[in-house]
């Protein structure tokens, strides 16, 4: 939620930030600015709207710099506009900062240090700003000054500062927020995301809560929360920037979708052996074997791979499982089992969210494991163990191939747990899951069956149905997810069974009733409840499986393992929403009010 950027160097920073900022969109689209330094002081461009719009008003301007700072706004504190919009200034304009995160005390902060000082926006940061500059006031030193000012804020935050007063520095600190500093020949970058420095550098350095980051040209000085500076090893990021672009497809989604087969294949390689064996790390396993209960934490497209992987779980390792949304797990929190092991799913591994649980449940002391696509994020260095997804950069906020990677390492832990427990396995894993993943691609080559019944059902609907039973139902809740989000049409899943005890009075002429038949043993009874809703007008769409197909099923997924369907009959319905939202004209991969990470509670 909000992304940063920062760059010091001898390079026309602008552009650098510019760059970073278009990779860092997905994090927030409200609103966008940068701040340029150089001999003539500090220059803020900001618009309410997209990179683009920012880019129209800087590229119009002259004025360039070799040091400054960017920011893309999710709005937390005020609307989306002018004033609110990232940089701030303190009141001279000698301080300007972005900052990503939300500072719970800043009204507290406010009315206790700056009762005098005329606030221009909304925001949290403003405070942060104004502070330093009130420290600065009396005498402290700019390091100083934002040493203090960081020790008094209470929340989340990543923070880049600038001093007019001073061409050779940003100054850093992060809590709870991610921050990474990438390193070059005589120049530092900072972002929120490794994405945004890949156009410069592919090495970083990590930086921790707390810590005081000063970033310079030549250098980077990290000081921990008592002043010593501390030693930190840089790292290679093996990620390729080409994965983060768009390629042939017009849309980051539409790629998503069909890079599934490909990153189903790479998962079986990944977590496979030289005997062509089923492998993880054995301290994992030796976790999970020992509880007694697993509870899955995750919140939207995670929470609903989360309920297929309890289905492994359960009916493959025979270990009773709960799958809880994590912003209510936090706050109220179920009896727990004696020997619990936590499985936080996200793909960001940054949502704030799950983070809480994590935060509270290791003050408890129970074990942990962070199933995510992003090595070295918030989750997976909290979590006493990762599992990653290997799904490559997902840049739509609508997850897709998250969602069915997920799913996959979920299967893979729960049948290595279930060898572990001593039970027989029944498949052989892994060739099913290849197989799944020829399935995947031929549903994907079906993309124009799937524009078609979009055209079809969803063209000018307000609303929408998805209706499945078992699995079935997870899956019929994640297509109504995926429309929702991206097309704006109300949609919702609902257990085919549960339709008649209330919903079904929304049932009326044309409304649109998507349901999923994969599974044998409720085959006849998804079919009664299609059969229900057609009598009452609605325009029904069957997805099923070959073998369970019945004559006029809309469409026919190749026949799978019934417990992995998930994987496949989950794209027809992607596609599916893809197309409706196309259909709309809307902005598919930055639908409104979104953002891909969720770093506020
Ligand atoms: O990064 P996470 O997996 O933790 O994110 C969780 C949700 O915010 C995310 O799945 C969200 O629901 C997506 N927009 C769904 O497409």
């Given at each position: 939620m909000c992304g940063i950027v920062g760059y010091i160097g001898k390079d026309n920073a602008k552009e650098i930030l510019l760059k970073g900022l278009e990779k860092l969109e997905y994090r927030g689209y409200d609103s966008a600015g940068i701040a340029l330094e150089n001999a003539d002081g500090v220059t803020v461009f900001k618009e309410k709207g997209r990179i683009a719009d920012l880019r129209n008003i800087a590229d119009d301007s002259d004025v360039d710099g070799t040091l400054g700072i960017g920011h893309t706004r999710w709005a937390t504190?005020?609307?989306?506009?002018h004033e609110n919009s990232h940089p701030h200034q303190s009141a001279t304009k000698r301080f300007t900062l972005v900052h990503n995160g939300v500072i719970e005390n800043y009204e507290e902060l406010r009315d206790e240090y700056l009762a005098d000082v005329k606030f221009?926006?909304?925001?949290d940061t403003e405070v942060i700003i104004q502070l330093i500059e009130h420290f600065s006031n009396e005498g402290l030193s700019t390091e100083e000054a934002f040493t203090k000012v960081v020790e008094l804020l209470h929340g989340s935050y990543a923070l880049a500062l600038l001093d007019?007063?001073?061409?050779d520095t940003i100054y850093v600190a992060k809590n709870k927020s991610p921050l990474l500093i990438g390193v070059g020949e005589d120049f530092n970058v900072v972002a929120s995301d490794a994405l945004a420095m890949l156009q410069v550098t592919n090495e970083y350095k990590e930086i921790h809560d707390h810590e005081i980051v000063i970033v310079k040209r030549d250098e980077v000085i990290i000081k921990d929360v008592d002043g010593n500076v501390q030693d930190r090893d840089t790292y290679i990021a093996e990620i390729d920037a080409s994965d983060a672009e768009k390629g042939v497809y017009d849309h980051y989604m539409l790629k998503e979708i069909h890079e599934q087969p490909a990153v189903m294949r790479r998962i079986i390689q990944e977590y496979q052996d030289d005997q062509g064996n089923l492998k993880m790390d054995d301290a994992i396993i030796d976790d999970v074997a020992k509880a007694d209960r697993i509870y899955i934490i995750a919140a939207g497209t995670s929470y609903h791979a989360g309920l297929v992987g309890k289905e492994f779980i359960e009916k493959w390792a025979g270990v009773p499982t709960e799958v809880h949304v994590a912003s209510e797990f936090v706050y109220n929190t179920p009896l727990l089992s004696e020997k619990p092991l936590f499985i936080y799913i996200s793909q960001s591994g940054e949502t704030a969210d799950s983070r809480a649980v994590l935060v509270e449940m290791k003050k408890r002391g129970h074990k942990s494991l962070t199933v995510t696509n992003v090595p070295g994020s918030t989750l997976s260095r909290e979590a006493d163990h990762t599992l990653l997804l290997h799904a490559g950069p997902e840049i739509a906020v609508a997850s897709t191939k998250a969602y069915t990677a997920q799913i996959a390492v979920l299967s893979i832990l729960s049948q290595i747990v279930a060898e572990r427990h001593g039970k027989e396995a029944t498949i052989d894993l892994l060739q099913e899951l290849a197989k799944a993943a020829n399935a995947m691609e031929a549903v994907v080559d079906d993309a124009e069956f799937m524009e078609q019944i979009a055209t079809d059902y969803l063209e000018t609907t307000r609303n929408a149905f998805f209706i499945g039973r078992t699995i079935d139902y997870n899956v019929s809740l994640e297509g109504a997810l995926k429309l929702k989000e991206i097309s704006y049409i109300q949609a919702e899943g609902f257990a085919g069974g549960e339709l008649k005890h209330g919903t079904i009075a929304l049932i009326e002429d044309n409304t649109p009733v998507i349901a999923l038949a994969t599974q044998e043993n409720v085959n006849l009874s998804i079919r009664g409840n299609v059969k229900e809703v057609a009598a009452r007008g609605a325009h029904t769409c069957i997805i099923s499986m070959d073998g369970l197909n019945k004559a006029g099923d809309t469409y026919v997924i190749p026949q799978i393992n019934e417990l992995l369907t998930p994987l496949v009959s989950v794209v027809p319905l992607q596609l599916i929403s893809y197309y409706a939202a196309l259909h709309r004209g809307l902005d598919v991969d930055k639908p409104r009010n979104l953002a891909k990470s969720v770093t506020v509670e």
């Amino acid at each position: 939620m909000c992304g940063i950027v920062g760059y010091i160097g001898k390079d026309n920073a602008k552009e650098i930030l510019l760059k970073g900022l278009e990779k860092l969109e997905y994090r927030g689209y409200d609103s966008a600015g940068i701040a340029l330094e150089n001999a003539d002081g500090v220059t803020v461009f900001k618009e309410k709207g997209r990179i683009a719009d920012l880019r129209n008003i800087a590229d119009d301007s002259d004025v360039d710099g070799t040091l400054g700072i960017g920011h893309t706004r999710w709005a937390t504190h005020g609307v989306p506009n002018h004033e609110n919009s990232h940089p701030h200034q303190s009141a001279t304009k000698r301080f300007t900062l972005v900052h990503n995160g939300v500072i719970e005390n800043y009204e507290e902060l406010r009315d206790e240090y700056l009762a005098d000082v005329k606030f221009l926006s909304e925001t949290d940061t403003e405070v942060i700003i104004q502070l330093i500059e009130h420290f600065s006031n009396e005498g402290l030193s700019t390091e100083e000054a934002f040493t203090k000012v960081v020790e008094l804020l209470h929340g989340s935050y990543a923070l880049a500062l600038l001093d007019e007063e001073d061409s050779d520095t940003i100054y850093v600190a992060k809590n709870k927020s991610p921050l990474l500093i990438g390193v070059g020949e005589d120049f530092n970058v900072v972002a929120s995301d490794a994405l945004a420095m890949l156009q410069v550098t592919n090495e970083y350095k990590e930086i921790h809560d707390h810590e005081i980051v000063i970033v310079k040209r030549d250098e980077v000085i990290i000081k921990d929360v008592d002043g010593n500076v501390q030693d930190r090893d840089t790292y290679i990021a093996e990620i390729d920037a080409s994965d983060a672009e768009k390629g042939v497809y017009d849309h980051y989604m539409l790629k998503e979708i069909h890079e599934q087969p490909a990153v189903m294949r790479r998962i079986i390689q990944e977590y496979q052996d030289d005997q062509g064996n089923l492998k993880m790390d054995d301290a994992i396993i030796d976790d999970v074997a020992k509880a007694d209960r697993i509870y899955i934490i995750a919140a939207g497209t995670s929470y609903h791979a989360g309920l297929v992987g309890k289905e492994f779980i359960e009916k493959w390792a025979g270990v009773p499982t709960e799958v809880h949304v994590a912003s209510e797990f936090v706050y109220n929190t179920p009896l727990l089992s004696e020997k619990p092991l936590f499985i936080y799913i996200s793909q960001s591994g940054e949502t704030a969210d799950s983070r809480a649980v994590l935060v509270e449940m290791k003050k408890r002391g129970h074990k942990s494991l962070t199933v995510t696509n992003v090595p070295g994020s918030t989750l997976s260095r909290e979590a006493d163990h990762t599992l990653l997804l290997h799904a490559g950069p997902e840049i739509a906020v609508a997850s897709t191939k998250a969602y069915t990677a997920q799913i996959a390492v979920l299967s893979i832990l729960s049948q290595i747990v279930a060898e572990r427990h001593g039970k027989e396995a029944t498949i052989d894993l892994l060739q099913e899951l290849a197989k799944a993943a020829n399935a995947m691609e031929a549903v994907v080559d079906d993309a124009e069956f799937m524009e078609q019944i979009a055209t079809d059902y969803l063209e000018t609907t307000r609303n929408a149905f998805f209706i499945g039973r078992t699995i079935d139902y997870n899956v019929s809740l994640e297509g109504a997810l995926k429309l929702k989000e991206i097309s704006y049409i109300q949609a919702e899943g609902f257990a085919g069974g549960e339709l008649k005890h209330g919903t079904i009075a929304l049932i009326e002429d044309n409304t649109p009733v998507i349901a999923l038949a994969t599974q044998e043993n409720v085959n006849l009874s998804i079919r009664g409840n299609v059969k229900e809703v057609a009598a009452r007008g609605a325009h029904t769409c069957i997805i099923s499986m070959d073998g369970l197909n019945k004559a006029g099923d809309t469409y026919v997924i190749p026949q799978i393992n019934e417990l992995l369907t998930p994987l496949v009959s989950v794209v027809p319905l992607q596609l599916i929403s893809y197309y409706a939202a196309l259909h709309r004209g809307l902005d598919v991969d930055k639908p409104r009010n979104l953002a891909k990470s969720v770093t506020v509670e």
